[in-house]
Nanobody, 123 residues
Framework: VQLQASGGGLVQAGGSLTLSCAAP????????VGWFRRAPGKEREFVAT????????LYADSVKGRFAISRDSAKNTVYLQMNSLKPEDTAVYYC?????????????????WGQGTQVTVSS
């Protein structure tokens, strides 16, 4: 059931990072996967989600046009490509597998969570 998020780090504003989320096949099979983040002093918030077959994606308004979520079912891995990063993107990023093929934006729709990876964007 363990989800492993990786790829975080320190980057300057305007830079890019790609996060990865790997899990056993049974964790991702037939389930959407989402990314959430928690900034210092704030509640965790939705970032992006991708459906089981990858045909549907959804983004928070704050990242739309800058972030792209994708999945490689052969590798049981979901990616979050983050471009044009801003200091306000600084947060711990979590991936999670949903209860169903379409995850939605609510944390309640996700049952298994990874440990998080830190993303820090300097100005």
């Amino acid at each position: 059931v363990q989800l492993q998020a990786s790829g975080g780090g320190l980057v300057q504003a305007g830079g890019s990072l790609t996060l990865s989320c790997a899990a056993p096949q049974r964790t991702f099979s037939n389930n959407a996967v989402g990314w959430f983040r928690r900034a210092p002093g704030k509640e965790r918030e939705f970032v992006a989600t991708i459906s089981w077959r990858g045909e549907s994606t959804l983004y928070a308004d704050s990242v739309k046009g800058r972030f792209a979520i994708s999945r490689d079912s052969a590798k049981n891995t979901v990616y979050l490509q983050m471009n044009s990063l801003k200091p306000e993107d600084t947060a711990v990023y979590y991936c999670a597998s949903a209860y169903s093929s379409y995850g939605g934006t609510s944390e309640g729709g996700y049952r298994h969570w990874g440990q998080g990876t830190q993303v820090t964007v300097s100005s």
